[in-house]
C-alpha cells in the first residue's frame, strides 16, 4: 500500500511540469481575447455610465455565442490532440481542416443569432438610455464573432501539437493592435461605442491571418498542411460530439449572462459595476480555462497513446495547481478591488457596487477553477452527455432561481445575483470531479 500510494505521489508529481508547459501559454494565450474586451472597456468608460452598461449588455448575450461556440473548439483540440497522442499527422490534419469549416459554419451562426436576440432585449427589461445606443457596437460585436471563431480553431492546433506559445503570441498581435485602433476610432474619430466594435474586429482579423500564415508557411507545419480528403461526414461526425459541448457551455455561458441580464434590471449603475467586474474577473477565469484546457489536452494525449494509468495523476495535478492559483487571485479581488474599479470609473455610485461585487466573485473562484477544470479532463476523454447535464442541471434549475430569490425576493440586489449564481459553480465543483473518478476507476 504504501508502495502504491509512493507511485501515485510521484505520477502526480511528473504531472506537474507537462501541465505548467501547457497551461501557462494556454492562459497567457486565452487571455489575449479577454484583454481586448478589458481595452474596449477602459477606452468606453471616459464616455459615462450608459456607454460603459451598453457594453455590459453586449458582453451577457456575446458569452452565451462564445461558450456554446467553444464546444466546437473543444472537440476539435480533442480530436487533434488524441490523433497527435497516437502519432498520426493526416488524421490532425483532416480534423483541423474540418474543424475550421465548422468554425466558419459556427461563428456565422453566431452572428445571426446575435441579431435575432436583439429585438427582445427591451422586452427583457434592459434601460431604454442603453438601449438607445447599442445597435452599432451589437452589430460589429455580432460580426466579431466570425474570426474569433476561427482563430481559436487554428489555435487548437498549435496547442495541441505542443507550439503554445506560437498561439501565445498570434493572439497578442491583436491584442497590440487593439489598443491605437480603439482610441482612434473612439476618441479622434469620434465614433464612441462602434469604435470599439470595429477595433475588435480588425484586431482578431489581424491574429487570424497571422495564424494562417504560420500553418501554411512554416516548415514545422508541413505535415499538417498535408493533401487529405474532408468529407461532409467528417463535418457531421465533430458537430455530433460538439453539440452536447456546445449545449453545455451555452448553459453555462447562458447563466452566466442571465446574470447581466438581471443586473440590468437593477439599472445602468448595477449593469456598469457587473461590466467592470466581468471584464477583470474574465481574466482570473483564463487561469481554470487555461488549466482546463491543458488537462485535456493531456487527458487526450494519455487517451490516444493507452496510457490510462496516466489519468488521475493528471486530474490531481491540474487540481493542486488551479486552487493554489485562483485562491492567488480571490486575495487580488479582495486586496485591490477598489483600485481596479476606479480605474474603469469616475461615478463612485459604481465604484462602490463593484468593489463589494469583487468581494463576493473572490468567494467563488476555487469552485470556479474545480469545475472547469474537471469538465476539461472529461472532455479529453471524449465524455461528453452526463457533463452536460450536470453543468445545465447546476446552473439553470439551481443557480438561477437562487440569483432571483436572492437578488429580488429577498431584495440583496446586485449581490444576491452573484452569491445565487455561486450555488451553481458550488454544486457542478462536486459532481464534475465524481465523474472523472467513476469513469477512470481501475478494478
Not at 490523433?83 to 465548422?102: I, K, T
Not at 461615478?347 to 469583487?358: G, N, Y
Amino acid at each position: 500500500m504504501k508502495n502504491q500510494t509512493h507511485t501515485t505521489q510521484a505520477s502526480t508529481r511528473a504531472e506537474f511540469w507537462p501541465l505548467i508547459r501547457l497551461a501557462v501559454p494556454l492562459m497567457v494565450g486565452l487571455a489575449a481575447a479577454l484583454l481586448i474586451g478589458v481595452v474596449d472597456t477602459a477606452m468606453i468608460s471616459p464616455l459615462g455610465t450608459v456607454p460603459l452598461a451598453a457594453a455590459g449588455v453586449t458582453t451577457a448575450v456575446l458569452i452565451i455565442m462564445i461558450s456554446a461556440l467553444w464546444g466546437v473548439i473543444t472537440v476539435i483540440s480533442v480530436q487533434i490532440s488524441q490523433a497527435e497522442g497516437a502519432h498520426d499527422p493526416a488524421r490532425v490534419a483532416v480534423a483541423l481542416r474540418s474543424g475550421l469549416l465548422l468554425c466558419l459554419l459556427g461563428g456565422g451562426g453566431g452572428a445571426l443569432l446575435m441579431m435575432v436576440i436583439y429585438p427582445f432585449l427591451g422586452p427583457l427589461g434592459q434601460p431604454s438610455e442603453v438601449l438607445d445606443i447599442l445597435l452599432p457596437y451589437w452589430i460589429s460585436m455580432a460580426i466579431w464573432i466570425v474570426p474569433f471563431t476561427l482563430f481559436f480553431g487554428l489555435k487548437s492546433l498549435f496547442d495541441a501539437v505542443d507550439r503554445p506559445w506560437t498561439a501565445v503570441g498570434l493572439s497578442y498581435l491583436g491584442v497590440l493592435f487593439n489598443v491605437p485602433a480603439n482610441y482612434t476610432f473612439i476618441h479622434i474619430m469620434g465614433l464612441g461605442i462602434l469604435g470599439a466594435g470595429l477595433a475588435s474586429i480588425l484586431s482578431q482579423c489581424v491574429s487570424l491571418l497571422a495564424a494562417w500564415l504560420v500553418l501554411t508557411q512554416s516548415p514545422g507545419m508541413a505535415k499538417f498542411r498535408q493533401r487529405v480528403t474532408v468529407a461532409w461526414s467528417d463535418v457531421w461526425g465533430q458537430f455530433k460530439d460538439a453539440l452536447p459541448l456546445c449545449l453545455g457551455y451555452a448553459g453555462e455561458g447562458g447563466a452566466y449572462a442571465m446574470i447581466g441580464l438581471m443586473m440590468g434590471w437593477l439599472g445602468a449603475e448595477a449593469l456598469a459595476a457587473h461590466q467592470i467586474v466581468n471584464a477583470l474577473a474574465g481574466l482570473a477565469y483564463m487561469i481554470p480555462l487555461g488549466m482546463a484546457g491543458a488537462a485535456s489536452i493531456r487527458v487526450g494525449l494519455a487517451v490516444g497513446g493507452g496510457s490510462s494509468a496516466r489519468l488521475r495523476p493528471i486530474l490531481k495535478a491540474s487540481f493542486i495547481m488551479v486552487t493554489l492559483w485562483q485562491s492567488l487571485a480571490a486575495a487580488m479581488f479582495i486586496l485591490a478591488g477598489r483600485s481596479m474599479a476606479e480605474t474603469m470609473s469616475s461615478d463612485p455610485v459604481v465604484i462602490d457596487l463593484a468593489v463589494t461585487l469583487f468581494i463576493v466573485v473572490a468567494l467563488l473562484q476555487v469552485a470556479d477553477g474545480i469545475q472547469g477544470t474537471a469538465l476539461g479532463a472529461l472532455r479529453g476523454m471524449s465524455d461528453m452527455n452526463l457533463p452536460t447535464i450536470i453543468t445545465l442541471v447546476a446552473y439553470w434549475p439551481l443557480a438561477l432561481p437562487a440569483s432571483f430569490l436572492l437578488g429580488f425576493t429577498v431584495d440583496l440586489g446586485a449581490v444576491g445575483i452573484w452569491l445565487g449564481y455561486t450555488l451553481g459553480l458550488v454544486v457542478a465543483a462536486i459532481a464534475l470531479p465524481w465523474r472523472f473518478w467513476t469513469l477512470t476507476k481501475t478494478g
